[in-house]
């Protein structure tokens, strides 16, 4: 019933689940959550996330480097490499974040690109992480034709101006928990005007678990608030925010 389109399972914290991910994916499962993608933030750790998720048929997988873990310049080839393994369907997550390190900006423009363009030569939709970035951001996925594979602007908190522009180029609008978060009636604002046909939930786990969890370890099974909460902003029932996300994902990752 519902997709979380964007977690790291090889990130939690396994000792609330017997050290066990069977646990996790089985809480999702309980939760109606039958399909998850399993998002890279460094290059060097694809191979064992790949590794700890290939029992799960319902776990897809990106390929990429996160723009806060950009100490060295990324491998171009590396990048092409890895994200050849069947369970990829995505590139990244990458973009760009200058709340945290502004002082690394040139790196991260320089590894942007390369995921675009390694977006672009592969035909895999791209997953964006963009914060304090927003022109550069736009800017970045104009210059170098992103909208030829699209993607998501991941856990958006951006304003409606930002997504309004990468909708029009053909990208998704992703919101995690942060929408449930008292101080976050701008987000509110923003997730109820983003059209059905571009709307997508994630958890971002095991980051920024929505309400009634906040401060504790996020878990994919907690999409399902972020889908309650977005039903009641936007006026649909939660059954509507399954099926419009679902189907958005499915369309833009081309599964049937």
């Known amino acids: 019933m519902f997709i979380d389109s964007h977690c790291h399972l090889d990130r939690l914290d396994l000792a609330s689940f017997d050290n066990n991910l069977d646990k996790v994916v089985q809480a999702a499962h309980d939760a109606q959550v039958t399909q998850m993608l399993c998002v890279s933030v460094t290059l060097a750790d694809f191979p064992t996330m790949a590794e700890k998720t290939a029992n799960y048929d319902n776990v897809l997988l990106t390929c990429g480097a996160h723009p806060l873990n950009q100490e060295d310049k990324t491998d171009y080839q590396q990048l092409l490499e890895l994200a050849?393994?069947?369970?990829?369907?995505?590139?990244?997550?990458?973009?760009l974040d200058y709340f945290y390190a502004p002082e690394t900006k040139e790196i991260q423009l320089d590894s942007f690109e390369k995921h675009i363009k390694a977006a672009i030569h592969l035909n895999k939709p791209l997953i964006i992480h963009t914060r304090d970035a927003q022109q550069d951001t736009l800017n970045m996925l104009r210059q170098h034709q992103a909208g030829k594979v699209g993607g998501i602007l991941h856990c958006f908190t951006e304003t409606w101006e930002m997504a309004q522009q990468a909708i029009e180029m053909g990208f998704y609008i992703s919101f995690s928990g942060i929408v449930t978060f008292k101080n976050a009636s701008a987000l509110r604002e923003v997730a109820r005007r983003v059209p059905d046909e571009r709307i997508l939930i994630e958890t971002d786990a095991p980051y920024l678990a929505p309400v009634p969890y906040r401060g504790q370890q996020n878990q994919p099974a907690y999409v399902v608030e972020v889908a309650k909460h977005l039903a009641s902003i936007r006026g649909q029932s939660v059954e509507e925010i399954a099926k419009i996300s679902r189907e958005n994902f499915q369309r833009l990752f081309a599964l049937s």
């Open 84 to 95: 050849q393994h069947p369970r990829v369907i995505a590139i990244g997550e990458t973009g």
